[in-house]
């Protein structure tokens, strides 16, 4: 079975992923910024490395991996020059990673306004250029990957329902980070998933339903 190594996995996504694919028995590497954090995560059943997203990047955390998600970010409490640190450069960085190490699926936990950030939240406008770059690297890259761009991020019950579609309610377009982990997890773990870029907003259809639906509506 494949294993994937989660980068950003003590973070409030990567956490509940790890969970997710400890009960769905995946073999999972949970990279952490410090040791200390490695104990809950290895009590879910994940392998755990420990590596600072500042620093480059050792090769045996992603030796033995098949597939590579990316849900790390510096968060809004930190500066700008965090945000290219992390959002930009350590993204840069695990991508160029995955290719020497011929990983055959990179999930990118990206935001919203990253396909347009000349258009997008005018306070974040730095955040959502750097998620751009992150992504063009990834698309542009050769890896297989899986290219996610979710709401506002909250902190509320996975509805299991979501939307690939932005609604035009600027309030509508949220979704729960349990729900965003719940749809890495249906794109590790089915092939459709390769190659696509979608937005994610909590909705009404199962996350199942809405990738099928998301996929069939690119394919024509
Ligand atoms: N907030 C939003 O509304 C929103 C919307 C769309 C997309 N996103 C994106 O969604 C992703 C995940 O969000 P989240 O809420 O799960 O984020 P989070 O809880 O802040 O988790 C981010 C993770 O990145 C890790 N990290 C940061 N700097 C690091 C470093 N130098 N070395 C190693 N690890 C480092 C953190 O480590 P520690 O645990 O050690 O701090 C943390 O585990 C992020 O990429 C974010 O940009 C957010």
Known sequence: MDKTLVIGANGQIGRQLIGMMALANMPV????????????????????VVADLEQPLPDEAFADCDKVVFTA?????????????????????????????????????????????????????????????ADKHLLESGVPYTILRPGRLTNDAATGLITTQRPDNKDEQIITRADVAACVLQCLDHSE????????????????????????????
């Open 29 to 48: 590497r949970a990279m952490i910024r410090d040791l200390s954090q490695a104990r809950n995560l290895e009590k879910l059943g994940a392998e755990t």
């Open 73 to 133: 970010g510096s968060g809004g409490k930190t500066g700008a020059d965090k945000t290219i640190l992390i959002d930009l450069w350590a993204a840069v960085k695990s991508i160029d990673m995955a290719k020497k190490h011929n990983i055959k699926q990179f999930v990118m936990v990206s935001a919203r306004d990253a396909g347009d950030p000349e258009h997008g939240t005018e306070a974040i406008k730095h955040y959502n250029i750097c998620k751009h770059f």
């Open 193 to 220: 998933a390769i190659n696509q870029v979608d937005e994610l907003y909590n909705g009404s259809m199962p996350i199942a339903e809405a990738f099928i639906k998301a996929v069939k509506g690119r394919l024509g």
